[in-house]
């Protein structure tokens, strides 16, 4: 398989591997689902409870628990439709630049810059419930979800990897790490406001790294 191929592969994967497929959501799961990743964006995971969530569904509790099974398993769905929209709108935008090279590699922070207006201006998901987990405690609602969270940046630096060697970059592995600093380093400071634009020089600061390394 070629380079490309592999790409191809990455991004056209549902559900990525080793993934059961997303099941099929009742109106009143989506409603649910709707509810949750709302609230869990805005507020934080920890600060909603199962109640607020049933309320602003306009369901019952024994809805919420039928359709999901506890809070856990509805971070999880939260984390997981998330990410399925992201994988969607980045392979659009990988489609409008076919060709193998550095601007389909900068295609990923052009995706993000037009990604983050809709979706992201508190900074990216998964970062944000990892950042709500504790450290060495106990199992939470959060904690559990944690292999959700690791699942989706494995497959950002896996992309960041395939796109690499698809265009030719010096190695390739190497500067795909490199991307993905400044990829996600760009989420952070999107999150923490700390100045106007991240992508924007996250972008400029990955060109120059791949225009030393073509």
């Known amino acids: ?10 991004l056209l ?4 591997a080793g993934l059961p497929p997303l099941p099929e959501l009742t ?18 995971i920890h600060a ?14 024994k809805t919420l628990y039928d359709r999901f099974g506890s809070k856990e398993a509805l971070v999880v769905s939260y ?39 809709d979706n992201d201006r508190k900074g990216c998901s998964a970062i944000n419930a990892r950042a709500e987990m504790g ?16 699942r989706q940046k494995a497959w950002m630096l896996e992309l960041f990897v395939a796109l690499c060697r698809e265009a030719g970059v010096r190695d ?7 991307l993905m600093l400044l990829h996600e380093g760009g989420l952070v400071t999107l999150g923490m ?4 634009s991240p992508f924007a020089v996250a972008r400029a600061a990955a060109a120059d790294v791949l225009a030393a390394r073509v």
């Open 172 to 178: 390739a592995e190497g500067t795909a790490r490199l």
């Open 27 to 44: 109106p009143g799961a989506r409603r649910v689902l709707d509810a949750a990743s709302r609230l869990f964006y805005e507020r934080g």
């Open 13 to 16: 994967a549902d559900p990525p």
């Open 135 to 150: 450290v060495g405690g106990g199992e939470s609602d959060i904690e559990l979800a944690l292999p959700e969270v690791v």
């Open 79 to 117: 984390l997981r439709h998330r990410d399925e929209r992201w994988r969607e709108h980045i392979a659009a935008q990988l489609a409008l630049v076919p060709e193998p090279g550095v601007d389909r590699v900068l295609a990923v922070f052009d995706a993000t810059i037009l990604w983050v207006p």
């Open 48 to 61: 909603v409870g199962v109640d607020t969530i049933a309320a602003e569904a306009g369901v019952t509790k």
């Open 193 to 196: 406001r700390t100045f106007a």
């Open 1 to 10: 398989m070629t380079e490309s191929g592999t790409t191809s592969r990455l």
